[in-house]
């Protein structure tokens, strides 16, 4: 860590005291049981259409296309710190090829660990699709903040005071920061305490409306980042397909020097 990088942090934190000022006037706990309930009737309704009518005929072709690209398992397990700070087993499909640090390293850009196919199921989130049956069996929710990885959370509690506040609400398989653009590795502890603030952001301003917000723009990016893989896709095709005009010219003109 350099000298800017600590300075940056000191300036952080003293923006993140006031947050937590306004935190304790507001906490979580104010949050009526009504809308809890609500919430949760929420995530097993959405889930199970999403199981029934998406994953029914999705996974078996992931399951697929995993098996032909690379060996080892369909689905990666991992741990993660969850609702209260308790650890469960959170599902994806597997985008690297098996290795021993996939528990304590975060994929970076062009991390050499992520396959072919792993690669497309991350940048459209496709990856992270099973966690809809972590959401059923009561671990997740579909909106909330991310769960990390616990080494990570060690290592940002160390930057964030009150990091744990994250963990009043259950995480979620998308969530205000992700919405926002952070996605994928942490760099930087500016990027740790951003996504942090919109963490809390979204735990103080919990309702069912902000949810369907949420879930409405996660659709969209993710639709836009498929057809934005698709037109790279038609882009590399046109550049390796070779016109057929000049060879026909050639032709002709090789012809009409025959003829005279």
């Known amino acids: 860590m350099n000298i800017a990088q600590q300075k940056t942090g000191k300036v952080l934190r003293t923006e993140l005291t006031t947050v937590n000022n306004i935190r304790r006037q ?3 706990a104010r949050i009526k049981k ?18 029934t009518c998406l994953l029914s005929w999705l996974l ?20 993660r710190v969850g609702y209260k700070g308790r650890l469960f087993s959170c599902l994806k499909l597997r985008t690297m090829v098996v290795n021993n640090f996939a528990d304590i390293k975060q994929a970076t850009d062009g991390d050499a ?5 792993g690669r497309i199921f991350r940048n459209t989130n496709i990856d992270e699709l099973p966690q809809f049956f972590n959401v059923l069996f009561g671990d997740m929710s579909i909106v909330g903040p991310r769960p990390h990885m616990t080494k990570d959370c060690q290592d940002f509690s160390s930057v964030v005071a009150s990091y744990d506040l994250r963990h009043s609400v259950r995480p979620g398989i998308t969530g205000m920061a992700q919405t926002k653009g952070f996605r994928g590795p942490t ?11 919109w963490d809390i952001f979204y735990v103080r301003n919990i309702s069912f409306f902000l949810d ?13 980042a498929l057809l934005k893989r698709r037109n ?13 005009k000049p060879e026909i010219a050639r032709v002709r003109e090789v012809s009409k020097k025959m003829v005279v």
């Open 212 to 224: 369907l917000k949420l879930i409405n723009l996660t659709f969209q990016q993710t639709l836009n």
């Open 113 to 117: 660990r992520i396959t072919r196919i």
């Open 34 to 51: 009504k809308h809890l309930i609500a919430k949760r009737i929420f995530d097993i309704a959405f889930s199970l259409v999403v199981i």
């Open 60 to 79: 078996p072709l992931c399951f697929i296309l995993i098996k032909l690209d690379s060996s080892g398992p369909v689905f990666f397990r991992q741990k």
């Open 26 to 28: 507001t906490p979580y």
């Open 232 to 244: 790279e896709i038609e882009e590399t095709e046109n550049k390796l397909t070779i016109s057929p």
């Open 187 to 197: 760099n930087d502890m500016e990027s740790v305490v951003l996504r942090y603030q």
